[in-house]
């Protein structure tokens, strides 16, 4: 049984299907850690009231964690945000013509009051916003907890391994 | 009779009151331009309902145009633009560490499809976005058109003294 | 009878016929809202004496909102708005080595008095621009007005029809 | 009993002592929520093996989150994260020349595999981190989550109210 | 007989009175070369017929080498070398929020076909101004091509000056 | 007899064969104008002998303008401003990863008493330096004003004849 | 026997091996000066247990000079700072969206007391990284010393060739 | 005897005397680590000459390290390192109105082949000039080795303090 057959934990949103190709890394992600999600297209523009419904009934539903991700004015992440009492994680696309820094300031310059834990602009943010949902629902469940240590073991190895390749290609160099 | 005390053509919402310094500026042009207006302060983060049924009741109310001066990630007038089909002008307050260029970007930066016509950051976008609303509505009231034409004749004039007076002092240092 | 045939009442112009690509998801738009429109090539650098032109007697020829296109030192736009009291949109367009700050900062920080209401970069900022044209159209034309609050629901609907294909790939990734 | 006579479910760490009065937002948030925390002067460039110790040591201490506050080449929140499976949520401080686009720039790009929630640069930075450790810790503890409710309200009545105050101020103005 | 008493060889314009400290830089440099001048405010935006006369009058009225200052969206210089054939040296002003960035690109990011000479932001900017004027008049007046060696003898001998007082300092410190 | 045979009124410079693709732009415009000049590599940081030599030398071998090219840490306009009293002019090229940016910062933001008169980035700066080279000539050479007159008109002519062929193509596509 | 046979003097570290093909500048450079040096792949955030031990046993070890390559929040070369009392040099790698300034910024902005030496962004840093540490360690080995007074003379060689090729190549254009 | 007696190992140079007081730091430093300097105004644009004379003697007078200190087009380390092949420290000066962004860009990116080791903007560059240059001359001096082994240690032993003083402070507002 996949982690989609599940009552999800966490839902992934985004503001255009051109951003699925980044947030399939957060959907990856959350697989190897047996993490139920749902995935939703949504805009803070084009659907506000989808949107403002998706937030407020999130608690309800049994959310825990909401990932959005946005490009150029982002504001998606800041909208849910700004109706629900879970995390928000924001995750900046860099598909406007100024890179995504646009996305960035959008989402991370929130006024106090209305957090957005914003990660980096592109692929490692959609990894990371998983990673840190992952986070969040280790505090409380141990078998998730246990598989974040396991990925911080597996992160060291494969540095480890390109640099034992990289060690090997250098001594035949010179053999 | 001020231009309080007709109904309100023009809405303007700020998302804090250290805002109002600011959009006095837009309060004394609409005032000049005898275009009725309201004032209100309302956040789209931090009063999520009163915004969004500002927005979607603007139309109804008579509202012609709405201006939106927010600062940071700078959400306002992008949730108004999304919930009514009425010109909504924004202004970014340069009130965050970033100097404005995090509401700039916030407020230009829309996605194809939900308009917002930004403004300059901080007083002379305040200013702007008054007399724009001014240019909307002066389309169909020959009374605004006319204070228009008289508008920018002043706004010659009051450059043409300026010139005159550095003329005349540097007359004098001469003499 | 096509939106080309009656009197223009948006007057699109661009600094270079490069922009066109750009600024043909503008005509799209005023086509798609029934509303005539002129197309002009001009510069405020290189054709100064006809963008001067252009400008002053737009109020006069019947047009009621202008549109500009420029990068760079994007100027067009400004000039625009020195010379009449219509409403005039500016679009930055991303086609310098700075991918459109220039452009963007250039049309936006206008001095107070003379408003240019400013979209995104490159061709969001096109359609916008259109659609923002629109809105103040809309104001005294109620076909226009209708044909907005359709286009808001389609912009829903196209949202919504993403979704739901995202929804049945993803069930039957599961099947 | 004070908040921080419980044993701390969240650690403030900041770099400088200078940071203090921005982070003092934090504390005061947090105990507002009712939330036992700690407080603590480290660096990753100074202090490298006590950050070091104090990341490593987190999980076992019993802190569920930790918020770092660190400004320019903010890295303190990057090596708690390297270090730690526990949320960790970066503050950029604005105390550089750059005014807080160093430390942003440094704390959200993280590579992926390690996240750092990065929240707004300087106070509201800091008043976000507090209540975003909240909003995890609220997933299991109902009094927190109450709280959050609460809190959601009176941020939107405190706007409402100075809305009102403004709309009094205005009617007197007029009377 | 001042600088200011001979026929102009340099207009020196500038958008605002508020420019004027800034471009006394500009003044005091060329009376110390001796070369007469001309000073005018006028706006690209606000006075935008005197600004074209201005212009396309210059070179007929003797002018050799035009100066303009200008901050935000600055056009001024821009609209000057649109209409004439002289050289126009642009100075953009730091007056705006964002401290200059935005004059600078809008003066300097000019297309293929009409150059502005773009110097530095503020009061480095208006100085090297003059100084460059100066420049291009000394190529066919040898009175100025002197001046202008001496200048850089005494820019040299200000630096050694402000040298030698500062070893004459620090050998005091340690007697 | 082409400009090259005569004795050379411009120095163009730059910093690496690299940008002779931009620079081409420039010197195309010199012969348009009949301006006889000479063409260079040389660095500010490799060949630091060299440049220095160049520039002391320029005002006595005939030199009336020099155009220098460099990107990055663009210092060659700077070196050449430092050691010669002849207008130097200086086009940034956008080669390095942050796409000119820093040449033109390293460019433009010369200290009191050391102009350097900065063209924009890349190819409309090559084009530029050209012009504004004849723009200083023309001074006191009829037939190179003449020229400007006239190119001033091209550009004019080459807008209004793609102006006509956009029209032309639009009123095809309504017949 | 090549400069990897001999004990390292210099230690050259990575982020990942996607920098591996700029590095590759680095270790070109290296053994031009006959310099023997050692190359490791290791992350400030993905193996920081080993990042510490390289950093803390470096000097031991003999190693001279510390070379340290990262992207986005690049804290590769603090972290090495942080923990040795040799000399660490940082080169920005550009891989993220907002190519290099990230990088840049979380290398150059260290804290007082620990200093990073950074280069330039991607290549020209790779290389000049490289030369950097042997114009540290020429100051001991006059071999070392001797050859960088060759390179400097072999990098003036090289542009004067080029320039010869141009000067030979515009001749014949002549001819 | 003062640091100031012996025969200067060091060289710090500065473009201006409005510089000394952020150097001031790197002076305290070096006195600190016991290591002899000189200090001297001079500029690359205002003193080309001496700064050249400066540059190329360096080596043959016992310089081993050079610190260069300069704002806005900071173009004298990159003339330091063009003319020496001992190593040189840019410190860039956050003097200008865009806040020492140009000076960092206009020192770090400096072209492959001659490399300035570059210092954050301002104070804390300044202090890390002089302590990079302790690190650089520690590989040879055991006194310095051990003076940079000890700066460590009381860098840590101040945040130490910091920290043990914050929790007293906290310790007593319980009490």
Do not use: C, W
């Not at 299907?17 to 139920?36: H, N, Q, V």
């Not at 396991?150 to 250098?170: P, Q, S």
């Amino acid at each position: 049984m996949s982690a989609q057959d599940k009552k999800a934990l966490v839902g992934i949103i985004m503001g255009s299907d051109s951003d699925l190709p980044m947030m399939a890394e957060a959907t990856k992600a959350l697989e190897k850690f047996g993490i139920p999600y749902e995935l939703e297209i949504m805009s803070a523009h084009r659907t506000p009231a989808r949107a403002h419904e998706y937030a407020t009934t999130a608690l309800g539903r049994g959310l825990k964690v909401m990932i959005a991700a946005a490009g150029a004015a982002a504001h998606l992440a800041g909208v849910m945000a700004a109706n629900t009492t879970i995390p928000v994680i924001g995750v900046p696309m860099g598909t406007s013509s100024l890179n995504g820094l646009d996305a960035l300031l959008s989402t991370v310059q929130m006024p106090g009051g209305i957090p957005v834990a914003t990660m980096a602009i592109d692929k490692a943010g959609a990894t990371n916003a998983a990673i840190f949902a992952a986070e969040i629902l280790g505090l409380s469940d141990p078998a998730i907890a246990k598989k974040l240590v396991e990925h911080k073991e597996e992160l060291a190895k494969a540095v480890d391994e390109k640099n034992a390749k990289l060690k090997a290609k250098l001594a035949e160099g010179k053999a």
